[in-house]
């Protein structure tokens, strides 16, 4: 049956409005869903935007502290290294200080400066602030003053800074400083490292030193006209084992009380003059009147050779730190020679008194030498051999013998200088060169004219040094002419081996420092 075109039009139009009514009736169900789920976008948007704002601001905030409490380390490590340029502080250059890190049981720097490498200690490591070397006669001549540094202090309102640690390392020659620093509450730490050097023109080449047992004549020097070359050969001696007992200061060539300060350490003699009468002067560098007292580190170690009597080679085997040995005696003679090859690295002697004679340490006669090489090259140091005794015990050197290279420490004995003409490699008039810290330094002063070779008939003048040589007063022979013996002692130039010892003597160094090799910044 055919639809009635009016009806169809009328089915149509409801179907329409049904679909548009369902259509309807789904988007109003999911109206209500969305708005909430936008709106919980908008609180949620709203929320971090305000926790990232208060985020900026405490950021801002922390940023400025830290900001100040960097300032404020600033600030203390600039007082601390002005506080250094004063004599009287600068003496502390060459110590450690290094205090406890309160997080972490052990001190802040250790051994190598570095801040938590692993190499610090458990104990408090503080060599500033008891150190007054300001009573010892050599620092008295200075007239630098007792230390006052100042380890910790304010920086503005809010600012507090200390000084935590400080390393010093001899061999590189530097200085490693950490100061810690407060500013509301926010801690920082810079750790510098800085060259310090010390001024070595009064460098003590040569000491004669009184030692502790009170002996009155130790620290005796009696030249005898034989030379000391070099511009490090400084003389320290003792005013006490002198010829003249009153003087308290020093001389450098040139100087109008050099004479005097020649006659006090039995410089010359009758024969020893110029022809206008004045003095012959064989020391190159400036004599001091005060005496510097020994403390010799105690340790003694390493493989023990007995008494070295024949020609014998010591090799050193480690790049920085000694290779140590100990005997108990150096006897050799003719052509022996005791060779230390320090190439591969430092060598340290310690004599332990054995043989026959314990009190005689080294002995050397005709042309027996001590040498310190190397076969790369390089020049030996004279700080890579150390040669070190501990008790009574002498260093004789007979005839052209010779000890080259070398740092010798006794500072319970004596060096007689017992040769008759210069005897070590290379052509200069010498017999010792090196460094020397002794107790005293005897000086044969000629040989008697016959019979030439008799080693019986060496003689010295007679300074009454603990009864004269040997135990023996030996008269000198008015109807022989004198033979004038000069050879002697050479310091050389370079003498930046032996830093690490300067903390051993109280040597008035006047330390230096310089540009900074290293800054870095530590969160606390």
């Known amino acids: 049956m055919p639809i009635n075109p009016f009806a169809a039009a009328v089915i149509r139009g409801w179907l329409q409005q049904t679909q548009s009514a369902n259509r309807r009736g789904v988007q109003a169900g999911f109206a209500l869903p969305l708005a909430l789920g936008l709106g919980f976008v908008m609180v949620v948007l709203g929320l971090t935007m305000l926790m990232t704002a208060q985020s900026d601001r405490i950021t801002s905030w922390q940023r400025k502290e830290s900001g100040a409490s960097l300032s404020t380390a600033e600030g203390g490590m600039a007082r601390t290294l002005a506080q250094l340029t004063n004599p009287n502080n600068a003496i502390l250059l060459n110590r450690n200080y290094d205090t406890i890190n309160i997080k972490t049981g052990k001190t802040y720097l250790g051994a190598d400066g570095s801040f938590n490498s692993g190499d610090e200690e458990t104990a408090l490591i503080d060599e500033w602030t008891s150190y007054n070397p300001s009573n010892e006669p050599c620092h008295q001549q200075m007239n630098w003053g007792v230390p006052n540094f100042q380890f910790s202090g304010s920086i503005g309102d809010n600012g507090t800074y200390s000084l935590k640690a400080y390393r010093y390392d001899p061999k590189q020659q530097q200085g490693t400083l950490f100061v810690e620093a407060t500013t509301n509450g926010q801690a920082t730490g810079i750790i510098i490292t800085i060259n310090v050097t010390p001024d070595l023109d009064n460098f003590p080449g040569i000491i004669a030193s009184r030692n502790t047992n009170g002996a009155v004549k130790t620290g005796t020097l009696a030249l005898r006209g034989r030379e000391v070359l070099g511009s490090k050969g400084n003389i320290y001696y003792n005013p006490d084992g002198s ?123 005709d042309n027996a030498k001590i040498l310190n090489i190397r076969t790369d090259d390089q020049l030996p140091q004279v700080g890579d051999l150390r040669i070190l005794a501990r008790g009574n015990s002498q260093v004789n050197l007979f005839d052209r013998s010779c000890i080259q290279n070398a740092f010798l420490w006794f500072p319970i004995d004596d060096l007689r200088l017992l040769t008759t003409g210069p005897g070590c490699p290379g052509g200069r008039n010498t017999n010792v060169e090196g460094v020397l810290w002794m107790e005293a330094i005897l000086a044969l002063k000629s040989k008697k004219c016959p019979p030439p070779n008799d080693q019986n008939n060496l003689y010295h003048r007679d300074v009454n040094f603990l009864n004269g040589f040997n135990g023996t007063n030996y008269d000198e022979n008015p109807e022989c002419p004198y033979q004038r013996i000069t050879s002697g002692i050479a310091v050389p130039e370079d003498v930046s081996s032996l830093m690490d010892l300067l903390k051993y003597v109280e040597w008035p160094a006047r330390y230096r420092f310089g540009g900074v090799k290293n800054w870095q910044r530590v969160r606390l």
């Open 243 to 365: 010829a003249n007992s009153s003087l308290t200061n020093s001389a450098a060539p040139e100087d109008a009380s050099r004479a005097d300060y020649l006659d006090a350490i039995w410089s010359t003699d009758g024969e020893d003059f110029d022809a206008d009468g004045s003095p012959i002067d064989t020391v190159e560098g400036k004599i001091f009147a005060c005496n510097l007292p020994p403390k010799l580190p105690t340790t003694i170690q390493g493989t023990n050779f007995g008494r070295i009597t024949t020609s014998t080679t010591l090799k050193g085997v480690g790049s920085m730190t000694p290779t140590l040995y100990h005997v108990e005696s150096i006897d050799l003679d003719n052509d022996e020679v005791l060779t230390i090859d320090t190439t591969g690295g430092p060598v340290q002697i310690d004599v332990i008194y054995g043989g026959t004679d314990p009190e005689l340490a080294i002995t050397l006669r």
